[in-house]
């Protein structure tokens, strides 16, 4: 199984300063079409997991440019520019490169 | 706007089986693979498994695939997780999701919570 590896934050992080979440993945999710299949979600409290960024760096629909997506094949990072109180939750890396698919094990985000 | 409403959940007792029910809306099901992926109450999110979107194909977590079943009625809209044999380490919150074209879990539903204790 691919072991998605996630990195703490330092919170919490004050109100309009940036944050980066960082993912790990053991083995390179890099397709042979170009595609690398990282996705992040958001959990925020009380609700369900929305998808927030997926290709490792492509924007779902709807969501904030404040959020960025980048990395190479095994190292990726989440970038918040900005935080807000609405961006306070979970993050969770996932792979969908092969199965079984495996998500990291989330990194909370507090705003000061 | 695109709905998935699960149901089912309670508490079961350790080695019964659980059928749990996700009814979709405000799209093609049909169209769609299917994902259910579990969060337990120390927050770790699981995958259990997904099925094609005519139900002829199937995946599961290797840990779960001995007693976890997937299924769809694409008449009905609906998903279907069948659980036997259930342990305490079951015990869960189980969430029905939509997989994207872009290989993506691009709806969630709402949660259906499963205790597993005598």
Not at chain 1, 82 to 88: G, I, P, Q, T
Not at chain 2, 26 to 31: A, Q, R, V
């Given at each position: 199984d691919i072991v998605m590896t996630q990195g703490a934050l330092p919170n919490p992080v004050p109100s309009g300063e940036s944050a980066s979440i960082t993912c790990q993945s053991s083995?390179?999710?890099?397709h042979s079409n170009g595609k690398t299949y990282l996705n992040w979600y958001l959990q925020r409290p009380g609700q369900s997991p929305q998808l927030l960024i997926y290709w490792m760096s492509t924007r779902a629909s709807g969501v904030s440019d404040r959020f960025s997506g980048s990395g190479s094949g095994t190292d990726f990072t989440l970038k918040i520019s900005?935080?807000?109180?609405?961006?306070?939750g979970v993050y969770y890396c996932q792979q969908f490169?092969?199965?079984p698919l495996t998500f990291g094990s989330g990194t909370k985000l507090e705003i000061k | 706007e695109v709905q998935l409403v699960e149901s089912g959940g309670g508490l079961v007792q350790p080695g019964a089986s659980l059928k749990l029910s996700c009814v979709a809306s405000?799209?093609?099901?049909?169209?769609y693979w299917m994902s259910w992926v579990r969060q337990t109450p120390g927050k770790t999110m699981e995958w259990i498994g997904d099925i094609k979107y005519d139900g002829s194909y199937t995946n599961y977590a290797p840990s779960l695939k001995n007693r976890f079943t997937i299924s769809r009625d694409n008449a009905k809209s609906t998903l279907y997780l069948q659980m036997s044999n259930v342990r305490s380490e079951d015990t869960a919150t189980y969430y029905c999701t939509r997989e994207g074209y872009v290989y993506v879990m691009d709806a969630w539903g709402q949660g259906a919570s499963v205790t597993v204790s005598s």
């Open positions: 083995k390179s999710l890099l900005s935080v807000e109180a609405e961006d306070v490169l092969e199965y | 405000g799209f093609t099901f049909s169209d």
